[in-house]
């Protein structure tokens, strides 16, 4: 299976404040949720984090990602964003450096159109 990555105007390579700084511009958070970068050799995952719902103990160990979301990798190279499910980042890591060892990660010259995507509901 084909990884599809869109770019950014990224600085390269990819260091943790560049990274830190296309999450924050691509992937924006609200309502109290934050983007954990996590670095691996050719890439950074990203995940989003949510708050506790009330009534949780914020001081305990956090809560499993929730069901549906996603996963984000910002490339190192390229600083290209690829969109994953919501499998552990170790996970996500190997995936995606399999693909792109293996030539399956494609990096597109431009990000969908809201309404390519609004096709494919």
Request: proline content about 16%; charged content about 20%.
């Given at each position: 299976?084909?990884?599809?990555?869109?770019?950014?105007?990224?600085?390269f390579p990819v260091d943790l404040p560049e990274a830190q700084r296309l999450a924050d511009?691509?992937?924006?958070?609200?309502?109290g949720i934050s983007n954990l970068l996590t670095e691996f050799e050719v890439g950074f995952?990203?995940?989003?984090?949510?708050?506790?719902?009330?009534?949780?103990?914020?001081?305990?160990?956090?809560?499993?990602?929730?069901?549906?979301?996603?996963?984000?990798?910002?490339?190192?190279?390229?600083?290209?964003?690829?969109?994953?499910?919501?499998?552990?980042?170790?996970?996500?890591?190997?995936?995606?450096?399999?693909?792109?060892?293996?030539?399956?990660?494609?990096?597109?010259?431009?990000?969908?159109?809201?309404?390519?995507?609004?096709?494919?509901?």
């Open positions: 299976m084909d990884i599809h990555a869109y770019p950014t105007e990224a600085n511009h691509y992937l924006p958070t609200e309502d995952t990203v995940v989003a984090i949510f708050p506790p719902p009330p009534g949780i103990d914020p001081h305990k160990p956090p809560l499993p990602p929730a069901i549906g979301g996603s996963v984000c990798v910002i490339d190192k190279p390229t600083g290209a964003i690829s969109y994953w499910p919501t499998y552990p980042t170790a996970v996500v890591a190997e995936q995606y450096t399999q693909a792109m060892q293996s030539g399956r990660l494609i990096i597109e010259d431009s990000w969908p159109d809201e309404d390519d995507a609004a096709e494919g509901d």
